[in-house]
């Protein structure tokens, strides 16, 4: 089955043509995968401005779409169905995404399949190889941190999500008020690399002990604010910070990282699974991989740790075919609508 899947929830426009038949005990096939990002116009102002990304999809959209049919080599009367994100995400965005793939499925007469974003993301470790079930999930992005437990294909329960705010949010406004840029995630990784590299200075901690939010609580809930608020007192907006800028954004790196595998490791005690996925943005972090891997490979159970590349970790349109097509579930294109605040379970 090939599934044109197409994904515009943030800023990026996407679409891929993904390849799965009645064996995929080795993955999909990837014929196609086209991303195009504001990214670098949304750095100018600090932040995605929502119309700003869904003007900027409109006009790629089209274009997007073209070139994933012809990277992959097929003509659209080979394409057996049509995949789009259909929540969450930003509203303006994910009506570019949801209209569009509507108005091909009714001129192609395609069948739709709407996907759910966040659910996605855990599909990203489906492309290469299958995950066994049961598995635990973990989501981390901008938007959400989410704890799963998958029983199976449409099987999930959820265990945990964020109070407030998610990790990647944190991330962004921490790099914000140390005067790093966005995106957040890569430019914390990259400053607190530049502190570990200085041998003289590591164990000789001048800036804060930030806290680990929630990190001993009896639940698998998260929550993020309290650590901006932590690092918000010690470096205010527009005060020098006297060379620490690296120290801290180690210590806020290590502080995030170590509540979320501090939670997926708990999981993984109590519900033994077989797998352990990963996913969303924030799972491009080298120091949240490493952490991870280190802790699922001491732990007592048999259960092996997935984790999608670093160009399936961002918002693609990859995932969305291959959530699609493990979850196959076509509705009548009327139906099919965005919904921003489509929750992962």
């Known amino acids: 089955m090939k599934i044109l899947a197409i994904e515009t929830s943030c800023d990026e426009t996407a679409c891929a043509v993904t390849e799965g038949g009645p064996s995929t005990s080795s993955g999909l096939r990837i014929l196609s995968n086209i991303v195009s990002s504001s990214e670098a116009m949304h750095r100018q102002t600090g932040g995605i401005v929502p119309e700003v990304a869904a003007r900027e999809q409109l006009k790629a959209i089209i274009p997007i779409i073209d070139k994933a049919i012809q990277d992959s080599r097929f003509k659209i009367h080979d394409i057996d169905a049509m995949a789009v ?34 659910v996605a993301h855990l599909y990203a470790n489906f492309v290469s190889e299958i995950p066994k079930f049961p598995a635990v999930g973990l989501v981390v992005s901008g ?8 029983e199976g294909h449409r099987k999930l329960r959820l265990l945990g999500t964020t109070r407030d705010d998610a990790a990647g949010e944190c991330f962004d406004k921490c790099s914000r008020w140390l005067q790093l840029g966005y995106p957040g995630g890569p430019a914390i990784a990259a400053e607190a690399a530049k502190f570990l590299k200085r041998s003289d200075l590591v164990g000789k901690q001048q800036g804060p002990t930030l806290p680990r939010p929630m990190i001993d609580d009896d639940t698998y809930d998260f929550s993020f604010s309290g650590l901006k608020t932590a690092l918000r007192r010690f470096a205010p907006q527009g005060k020098p910070l006297q060379g620490l800028v690296a120290e801290i954004a180690h210590e806020l790196q290590e502080a995030i990282v170590e509540v979320l595998v501090k939670r997926v490791v708990r999981a993984v005690e109590e519900f033994k699974p077989k797998s352990v996925l990963l996913g969303g943005g924030v799972a491009s972090n080298n120091r949240l991989r490493q952490l991870l891997k280190s802790e699922i490979r001491n732990s007592k159970h048999e259960t092996k740790l997935f984790i999608p590349p670093i160009e399936l970790c961002t918002d693609n349109a990859v995932m969305i075919g291959t959530a699609a097509f493990y979850n196959y579930s076509p509705i009548p294109w009327q139906k099919v609508k965005a919904n921003p605040g489509l929750e992962i379970v």
Request: glycine share 14%; net charge neutral; aromatic share 8%.
């Open 85 to 118: 994100t259909a929540g969450p995400g930003l509203v303006g965005s994910l009506l570019v995404g949801v209209e569009t793939a509507r108005a091909l499925a009714y001129a192609w007469g395609k069948p739709i399949i709407p996907v759910n974003h966040l």
């Open 143 to 150: 938007g959400h941190t989410d704890l799963v437990f998958m």
